[in-house]
């Protein structure tokens, strides 16, 4: 659970979890399914957010190699840039996306927008980023029909100190605000509801007073 003090876990911490999320998805497709691991050592000890990485390897099995014949091959790579940034880099050699299916979750990803359809799970990675580190952080997405797909995630370095900042009340706010506005379609509906609701009231309290006022 995200909790205000485990919200920012270490990098080794998140690696482990999904390894083990991946060891499980090996035994479901029968081996068919190959991982490569390229970690640098001095990532292990920096922080990260919690749950950042499965969502993105949950869409690219789902998504890119579930229509694949041959094996699937994932690989997780991890690495610090110029001293300030901690990035991610998750590809496979799945079936890739049709251009204007990439032209448009790249254009969602830019804007506000938290998509409905499969790719879910990669709009909220982003809007997690962007409620967390502001405009400091970038999530990219490079693919190619039949090629496979690369997601790059890059957020600014974090060692205990700084995470000090992003954790407590100020995560937990964040979290909090996030979830509610997570499916903006569920909000809709509720309203919806409440709006038929108050409506039927309303007639209803108009009947009562007919009927008092042909009463009295």
């Not at 876990?9 to 090996?26: A, C, T």
């Not at 509610?180 to 609701?197: G, P």
């Amino acid at each position: 659970s995200y909790s205000t003090q485990t919200y920012l876990i270490p990098v080794s911490q998140e690696l482990e979890h999904i390894e083990k999320y991946l060891e499980i998805q090996k035994i479901r497709y029968q081996n068919r399914l190959h991982i490569e691991y390229d970690i640098s050592q001095e990532c292990l000890d920096k922080r990260t957010v919690k749950l950042l990485l499965q969502p993105i390897v949950e869409n690219s099995i789902r998504h890119g190699l579930s229509g694949k014949r041959q094996d699937w091959l994932l690989k997780i790579q991890c690495f610090l840039e110029e001293n300030a940034f901690l990035t991610f880099s998750i590809s496979d050699n799945g079936v890739g996306m049709e251009p204007e299916v990439l032209a448009a979750l790249q254009r969602d990803l830019k804007s506000l927008t938290i998509r409905e359809d499969g790719h879910i799970g990669i709009s909220n990675i982003n809007q997690r980023l962007r409620l967390i580190f502001g405009a400091n952080f970038s999530l990219s997405i490079e693919s190619k029909p039949n090629q496979g797909t690369v997601v790059v995630l890059r957020h600014p370095l974090l060692d205990d100190q700084s995470a000090s900042l992003y954790n407590g009340k100020q995560a937990a706010i964040l979290i909090h605000l996030f979830n509610m506005f997570l499916n903006l379609q569920f909000i809709q509906d509720i309203f919806n509801v409440i709006r038929k609701s108050c409506n039927i009231c309303i007639e209803i309290l108009r009947n009562v007073i007919r009927i008092v006022t042909q009463l009295s």
